[in-house]
């Protein structure tokens, strides 16, 4: 067999690119179509797929393009594409690079979940009021999923790792096509005969038509009536479908499902293993401060010699009772006393006296003149009333018009008469002034054609106070010059 006929797949590659660079409807290609999968990656190049109904076509946009975009393309958006179709050698395939995207409206994909994203939110399926609690510590979870996906040996193998405690079911689901919704809504509806803590309803991540199973209506209500806390777990982070906004919990990917589902029994462990030292360490401290206390109790007289409280007690006691002994005496004695005194007064041997001496009293009283003359009283005392009137109205008449003769003065003063007369006087003073201090200015002597002489910025007034070598500033009139002693 003659080999020189066949060529390599890399030649292939080449003359396949050649011919796309030669033909000009590819070099400037206009193409319109669906946005999907579009990523952008840390290069700043934007990768997407351009669709329509029958078809799909690679794009790429280069950072230096898609810098100049006044949006952001997303997912479901119908645009206008203008670029050129080149083949990449390495792996064989054409793509279209773009120079340019323009907005041509949103696709029926993005326009039919933003609608049912409206309906149930309206009707409160998104409301939080409704999310019920993920249990900390499950024992059972029931994930609905694809039976052969990443996405179910993702979670088994993260819980596995992380709560091994915990028994995992798969209620084996269609997640794409075109009975994967219904196949979805019945193992959700079949998962609530089985005693589950937990329920994880998704997929692994893929393109917007793959990923529409959740954004089907009755899968969201499936969801929202089923008795079980649902954790969505449907694509990458970057994705959003109904089942994320009705579960819930919603998690950016299966695997991080998993991990918000059950704890991790190495940090739970560790936690215990934390407290165990403390409680530890707490009783240690507890008791040797109880050890010493009943130490310090033992050590104390009392316990060791007990009888000492009876002694000092009745030692105590003793002592009262000589104090009680002593008092009750004296105060016998002393009221012994005060009653011999009271029995010997003059008051009590001669009652009538005092009984007399209180009645004159009482008939003086009687007898006074206020008593028999009131109203000689009252008309005293108006009488020193009218006079303090009279004296208060006399001295405040005083005092109105004195204050009223130093206003006329202040207002015929003449500061306020002549105001201006007030000015010119301080002008020409202070003018009288600055020609005094005029005269006795250094500057008017050096006009006069004599100099001034300075060392080191003082004033020399006489030839004893210079030595050789001092550095002297001799100012006229028009300047000044340097020179030095010799």
């Not at 326009?111 to 998104?126: R, S």
């Amino acid at each position: 067999m003659n080999n020189d006929r066949y060529i390599t797949v890399s030649k292939v590659n080449e003359y396949i690119a050649r011919k796309f660079v030669k033909d000009r409807d590819l070099a400037n290609a206009y193409v319109k179509g669906e946005i999907s999968n579009f990523k952008v990656y840390p290069s700043g190049h934007c990768y997407f797929t351009l669709k329509d109904e029958n078809s799909n076509l690679k794009g790429v946009m280069y950072r230096n393009y898609a810098s100049r975009l006044d949006f952001q393309p997303k997912d479901g958006m119908k645009v206008l594409v203008k670029g050129k179709i080149e083949v990449y050698k390495k792996r064989g395939e054409y793509s279209l690079y773009a120079s340019m995207i323009k907005k041509d409206g949103l696709g029926d994909l993005y326009l039919e979940f933003e609608k049912l994203k409206k309906k149930l939110d309206k009707e409160g399926l998104f409301d939080k009021s409704y999310k019920k609690q993920i249990p900390k510590f499950p024992k059972r979870i029931g994930v609905v999923t694809a039976e052969t996906g990443a996405a179910i040996k993702d979670i088994i193998t993260t819980i596995s790792r992380r709560w091994p405690f915990c028994e995992v079911i798969l209620f084996p689901s269609l997640v794409q096509g075109e009975n994967a919704s219904n196949d979805i809504v019945r193992q959700i509806k079949r998962s609530e005969n089985f005693d589950l803590d937990v329920l994880i309803v998704g997929r692994g991540g893929g393109s917007i038509e793959d990923l529409w199973s959740f954004n089907e209506e009755i899968v969201g209500r499936a969801i929202f009536e089923c008795n079980i806390p649902v954790i969505s777990a449907v694509g990458h982070e970057v994705d959003y479908t109904i089942s994320d906004f009705v579960a819930d919990l919603r998690a950016p990917t299966p695997t991080a499902a998993a991990e918000l589902a059950v704890p991790n029994f190495s940090e739970i462990k560790n936690k215990f293993d934390e407290y165990n030292r403390r409680i530890n360490k707490s009783i240690k401290i507890k008791f040797n401060e109880r050890r010493n206390k009943l130490e310090n109790i033992c050590s104390k007289r009392i316990i060791r010699n007990p009888e000492t409280i009876y002694r000092d007690k009745q030692l105590d006691l003793d002592t009262l009772i000589a104090k009680v002994e002593y008092n009750s005496k004296s105060i016998i004695s002393s009221n012994k006393y005060k009653l011999k005194d009271i029995k010997s007064s003059f008051i009590i041997k001669n009652p009538n006296l005092l009984l007399d001496s209180k009645m004159r009293r009482i008939s003086d009283v009687k007898n006074s003149f206020v008593v028999r003359n009131p109203d000689l009283l009252l008309d005293n005392f108006s009488n020193e009333y009218n006079k303090l009137k009279l004296r208060l109205s006399h001295s405040s008449e005083l005092l109105i018009n004195k204050k009223e003769d130093d206003l006329k003065q202040l207002k015929n003063n003449h500061v306020f008469v002549n105001p201006n007369q007030f000015i010119d006087k301080k002008r020409n003073l202070y003018f009288k002034n600055f020609n005094k201090l005029e005269v006795l200015n250094p500057l008017l002597t050096l006009k006069r054609g004599y100099t001034l002489t300075k060392v080191e910025g003082k004033v020399v007034s006489s030839s004893k106070n210079l030595k050789k070598g001092d550095k002297l500033e001799v100012k006229f009139t028009d300047g000044s010059v340097n020179t030095e002693v010799l």
